[in-house]
């Protein structure tokens, strides 16, 4: 709702009043927005800048505000928010040249710094580049908020100025620059050929007095019984066209359109980690070809107003500022939804308590999360979704990435996807695995002459085969019951392993067991063990069903299996009715027992 107080002499508002309540904005990036809104006001006062004002309704003081504004503070608002600084960019292969024609003349860098550059066979090579000012979002409310943090504000920067505002969608930073007369020639002679100021004419807050306007025109439909409506665009809504195929406009509410210029303020942003079919890292990119900007960004949808405001701030405090790959080690990510069980377990720290029953004091009802690369001219939602908090979420993902600043329980990256999708799935710990194991070579779960570059996968396995069994009860426990996937999967290890010591023994008189009472294993053995656990990770991949049960039960039971009758019976009803996971537990188990220590092979003198 909207009102005003006007003028007696000209009938004109000068102060426009409207009532925000969290429950009547339709998305979580307009919730977010409302408090991206709060939290830029509360910034500009702490800063001495002029700011509308709020007061918290006391009727529904988490959820409801009324904010003043007025012609200056709307002004002051957008200014700020928009303000565009020179900041050192990154290396570029080529020159900047100004001019055209025979006035074409090349502009000074500002140095001259290494360039890596990939080649069409994928080999990458140094070159000479170069360095320029460059024009960026001053950011000022998330610099307030995050002082000497300045990657993770670069984070921000290149998230809004490579994908949000991408093109002529940075006209509204262009224009305050230029106006501050603070440019160099040359960048203001970039910016303004690459987007000529006032193109976007489809977003309040231009610098030309439109945010106002906006609101007026708003308040006026309002006082007729209706709506002010404005045109929307992907520099406001994630994903939104300003036209669709039938050139139909994107419309939304002009005081709705309005928080969404600041829902960046409130959200977190992060990079994916790819693993190329090589097996090589990529940090924002898929492999060495891809060229595109790629994004992960967690969107609260706020459920009290009034504590996020408070939580928020103590949030950011909380980033960590240890670097990889010239990006915060935090803001890296396996998987997309990752970043959206992060923001939950930052907000959920701030007070210990809140942990293990994944209450997060209200201040969030769910994290929406979106996957987003720049490719070209082309912005693409390559994932998008949302995660609700819900008890031990927290600590069962601390559980797998470990704490901020500490070295990951889990080491392989692969490895700690299959877990966390499985945590956010609700499934078996081991069910994803299904789909890794059938589709990438199978180097990379067993070792071979030409492992990948990755942290190993089967030590991972190892490791929480190891967590089951460990947690597995001596004698029945009626107030923690053991699950049947738990007892499956220690099964299927016992048998396999079993079967690995048996073989070699019989077959080449390798005793494992005493090898690993003594500690010492020989190397040949070692490399015999690999070659079978091998041989038999490609059998039992390439079987399905019945073919599957019969191999399953055709190999492992050549060997005497020792254990209990009920065991046996589970095995035989988990073959019958869940072929799939047997199939996924006894690749897990090959790839945990198909390395061990071993002696280093003596050289001859």
Not at 6 to 33: C, R, S, W
Not at 271 to 277: A, E, G, K, Q
Not at 314 to 328: H, N, T, V, Y
Request: glycine share 8%; charged share 25%.
């Amino acid at each position: 709702m909207a009102k005003s107080k006007t003028t007696a002499k000209a009938n004109e508002p000068v102060t426009v009043f409207i009532t925000y309540d969290l429950f009547d904005l339709p998305t979580a990036q307009h919730k977010a927005g409302l408090a991206g809104l709060v939290l830029q006001i509360d910034s500009m006062k702490n800063r001495g800048k002029p700011a509308p004002g709020y007061r918290w309704d006391d009727d529904q003081p988490n959820t409801k505000l009324h904010i003043e504004f007025t012609e200056e503070t709307i002004t002051e608002l957008f200014d700020d928010l928009y303000d565009a600084a020179l900041v050192e960019g990154a290396v570029r292969e080529k020159p900047f040249y100004r001019g055209k024609g025979a006035e074409r003349k090349e502009v000074p860098p500002l140095r001259r710094a290494p360039f890596s550059k990939t080649d069409k066979k994928g080999i990458e090579k140094l070159t000479d580049g170069y360095v320029y000012l460059e024009l960026t979002p001053a950011l000022g409310t998330l610099r307030h908020y995050l002082p000497e943090k300045g990657q993770w504000v670069k984070l921000w920067r290149d998230l809004i100025w490579q994908v949000v505002r991408e093109g002529k969608k940075k006209a509204p930073y262009i224009k305050r620059a230029i106006a501050k007369a603070e440019l160099q020639d040359a960048v203001a002679a970039e910016a303004t050929e690459a987007d000529p100021v006032g193109s976007d004419e489809t977003e309040g807050g231009r610098g030309d007095g439109s945010a106002w306007v906006d609101l007026v025109k708003h308040l006026k439909e309002v006082e007729g019984g209706s709506f002010g409506v404005g045109k929307l665009s992907g520099a406001l809504l994630l994903g939104a066209m300003e036209k669709n195929a039938e050139t139909l406009p994107l419309t939304g509410r002009i005081d709705h359109n309005l928080l969404l210029h600041f829902w960046p303020i409130s959200a977190l942003v992060f990079v994916p980690r790819f693993v190329d079919i090589d097996g090589e890292t990529h940090i924002g990119r898929r492999n060495k070809k891809d060229t595109a900007q790629h994004f992960c960004i967690a969107v609260p949808e706020v459920g009290s107003l009034r504590r996020f405001i408070a939580d928020y701030p103590s949030m950011l405090q909380l980033l960590g500022i240890e670097m990889a790959a010239f990006r915060p080690r935090e803001c890296l990510v396996d998987l997309p939804a990752e970043c959206a069980i992060s923001f939950i377990r930052q907000l959920a720290y701030l007070v210990p308590e809140r942990v293990a029953g994944g209450d997060v004091g209200y201040s969030i009802v769910s994290v929406d999360y979106f996957h987003v690369a720049k490719d070209g001219n082309n912005v693409k939602f390559l994932s998008t979704g949302r995660v609700a908090p819900c008890p031990h979420l927290p600590e069962d993902y601390t559980a797998i990435v470990g704490r901020p600043g500490e070295k990951p329980p889990f080491g392989n990256p692969m490895f700690r996807r299959g877990l966390m999708q499985s945590l956010l799935d609700g499934h078996p710990w081991f069910e994803p695995f299904d789909e890794l194991f059938d589709k990438w070579p199978h180097k990379f779960f067993v070792p071979t002459e030409d492992p990948p570059k990755l942290s190993w996968f089967w030590a991972d396995a190892r490791k929480k085969l190891l967590e089951i069994i460990q947690s597995m009860p001596t004698e029945p426990d009626p107030t923690n019951p053991t699950t049947v996937n738990d007892e499956l999967a220690v099964t299927v290890n016992r048998f396999v392993r079993h079967y690995l010591d048996e073989r070699l023994k019989q077959d080449l008189g390798y005793d494992f067991r005493q090898f690993r009472e003594q500690k010492k294993t020989p190397q040949e053995a070692a490399e015999a063990r690999q070659k079978l656990a091998e041989r038999l990770f490609l059998e039992f991949r390439s079987r399905r069903e019945q073919a599957f049960i019969s191999h399953f039960s055709g190999t492992f039971f050549r060997v005497a299996q020792y254990m209990g009758g009920n065991l046996f019976e589970l095995i035989a009803g988990e073959l019958l009715n869940n072929t799939d996971n047997v199939k996924t537990l006894t690749l897990m188990a090959l790839s945990a027992n198909s390395w061990t220590p071993a002696q280093q092979k003596e050289t001859a003198q």
